[in-house]
T-cell receptor, first 112, second 114 residues
Framework: DAGVTQSPTHLIKTRGQHVTLRCSPI?????VSWYQQVLGQGPQFIFQ???????GRGNFPDRFSARQFPNYSSELNVNALLLGDSALYLC???????????FGQGTRLTVV | AQSVTQLDSHVSVSEGTPVLLRCNYS??????LFWYVQHPNKGLQLLLK??????LVKGINGFEAEFKKSETSFHLTKPSAHMSDAAEYFC????????????FGRGTSLIVHP
């Protein structure tokens, strides 16, 4: 039984570039959330999708966008990368709203 | 609106002694509460959850937490610390009737001395 899978695991980008991160939730889970975790801090909420619709958005600039596909997988896109975007990006898979979230191992993004 | 406050950024204990990690929450609705653990360079693992059933919740690896509505607290405890418990711990709130978006505390780093 596969857990939450995220790709890639590590990524190095240059300032100003664009990045796409991918997440496949647990089979049967309809909701995906994205979090940014800067070193030494707790995860900060970016987006939540449920049944392919955006249900929530955190306090992040418009450079951040996401979508959920018919198979419930999801992409997080970040444009015009800044050094401050360097972080661990976590994807959470949730079966139904208000049940526990299961997390992937994350994508470590380094912007140089 | 919902929020979580983890009262200690670091907790240091000796192996074999009790662990107490403190968490207070704020929620406009009936909350669901969770504790997650994160080992270095790893993802987040669910330790336990409270979803309006029994107020004393037992989790994995000997951890438990008690939901106290009057104190708006959900402290995590373990009777005897093990070296492998050294990690970052996060308290999380999600609200029934609210946004259902899990909100994390800043984390508590548990240090276990031999």
């Amino acid at each position: 039984d596969a857990g939450v899978t995220q790709s890639p695991t590590h990524l190095i980008k240059t300032r100003g570039q664009h990045v796409t991160l991918r997440c496949s939730p647990i089979s049967g889970h309809k909701s995906v959330s994205w979090y940014q975790q800067v070193l030494g801090q707790g995860p900060q909420f970016i987006f939540q999708y449920y049944e392919k619709e955006e249900r929530g958005r955190g306090n992040f600039p418009d450079r951040f966008s996401a979508r959920q596909f018919p198979n419930y997988s999801s992409e997080l896109n970040v444009n015009a990368l800044l050094l401050g975007d360097s972080a661990l990006y976590l994807c959470a898979s949730i079966q139904n709203l208000n049940t526990e979230a299961f997390f992937g191992q994350g994508t470590r993004l380094t912007v140089v | 609106a919902q929020s979580v406050t983890q009262l200690d950024s670091h907790v240091s204990v000796s192996e074999g002694t009790p662990v107490l990690l403190r968490c207070n929450y704020s929620s406009s609705y009936s909350p669901s509460l969770f504790w997650y653990v994160q080992h270095p360079n790893k993802g987040l693992q669910l330790l336990l959850k409270y979803t309006s059933a029994a107020t004393l919740v037992k989790g994995i690896n000997g951890f438990e937490a008690e939901f106290k509505k009057s104190e708006t607290s959900f402290h995590l405890t373990k009777p005897s610390a093990h070296m492998s418990d050294a990690a970052e711990y996060f308290c999380v709130v999600s609200s029934t009737g609210g946004s259902y978006i899990p909100t994390f505390g800043r984390g508590t780093s548990l240090i276990v001395h031999p």
